[in-house]
């Protein structure tokens, strides 16, 4: 698969390119551009390595805003606007990436997210104290298929620091009142993704975002947990390709 490099502010980006649809994938917590591998060879589009991961370049990051300004000036330079999709922490950059930079958004995809993304403090804490036997807790958590987080945790336990850092800036992120409160109107058509047996973003938060965002749908895919691209990749590309007629 072929790789796209942008630069923002002298840092620069790596992405992960499909078939040349005006699509951007960002991944979650600790994860990279290889996760969208599936849906990069079915459907098509750009994944990014979000700054500090994969073959991205380092950058200083405080909060998920800032993610969202590197992702957002990418998209710029590279499509103009794009349909935004994102995975768990992925998908609050890309509520942040319509929120800040609203231009540079057609279409919004938010799969096992929320609006506010609070971490077992076991987590936290456990990636700091026992990294290996923590990145293993936190894959049986994100898959529902054991085998697969079995051969996923090792990937985690390589990346705990950055996992850590990823998962403290989802601790912190919570737009829950604002949405609640009207403050927060998203007015593109959005998709909203989420596996049935989520246990890291159960259905009831893609059910919070269902609510309060007026052209939205969800679809609740069957047998999967929070890694649902990766667990149920033809359903997933399925309602996405469904979606995508919209445009
Ligand atoms: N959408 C809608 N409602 C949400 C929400 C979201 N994204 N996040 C929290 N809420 C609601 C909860 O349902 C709860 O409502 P209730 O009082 O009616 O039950 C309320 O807000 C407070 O919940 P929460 O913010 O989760 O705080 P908590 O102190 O009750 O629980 C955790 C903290 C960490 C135990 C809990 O958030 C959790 O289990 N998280 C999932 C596990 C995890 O670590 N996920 C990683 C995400 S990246």
Not at 96 to 111: A, E, Q, R, S
Not at 239 to 247: D, Q
Request: charged share 30%.
């Amino acid at each position: 698969m072929e790789r796209v490099e942008v630069d923002v502010d002298a840092v620069k980006l790596s992405f992960l390119k499909g078939k040349d649809v005006d699509i951007v994938y960002i991944h979650g917590s600790g994860c990279d551009a290889t996760l969208w591998e599936s849906q990069l060879s079915d459907i098509g589009g750009y994944a990014v390595d979000m700054p500090n991961h994969g073959e991205s370049c380092k950058a200083e990051i405080r909060d998920i805003d800032d993610y969202a300004y590197f992702v957002a000036k990418a998209i710029k330079k590279i499509l103009g606007e794009a349909i935004v999709v994102g995975h768990s922490l992925g998908g609050a950059v890309a509520q942040k990436v319509y929120l800040n930079h609203p231009k540079v958004v057609k279409g919004l995809i938010l799969v096992g997210t929320g609006v506010r993304l609070r971490v077992l403090p076991q987590i936290l804490e456990g990636l700091k104290e026992k990294p290996e036997e923590t990145a293993k807790m936190t894959s049986r958590y994100a898959f529902s298929d054991e085998k697969l987080a079995d051969e996923f945790s090792k990937l985690f336990a390589e990346r705990a620091t950055i996992l850590l850092k990823d998962l403290s800036l989802c601790n912190r992120f919570d737009l829950l009142e604002k949405y609640r409160g009207g403050e927060i109107k998203i007015d593109v058509p959005t998709l909203i993704i989420v596996g049935e047996k989520d246990m890291l973003t159960p259905v009831k938060y893609s059910e919070f975002l269902k609510q309060h965002i007026p052209n939205s749908e969800m679809v609740v895919i069957p047998e999967a947990g929070h890694m649902v691209m990766l667990e149920k990749p033809e359903e997933f590309n399925r309602a996405v390709k469904e979606f995508l007629k919209k445009f």
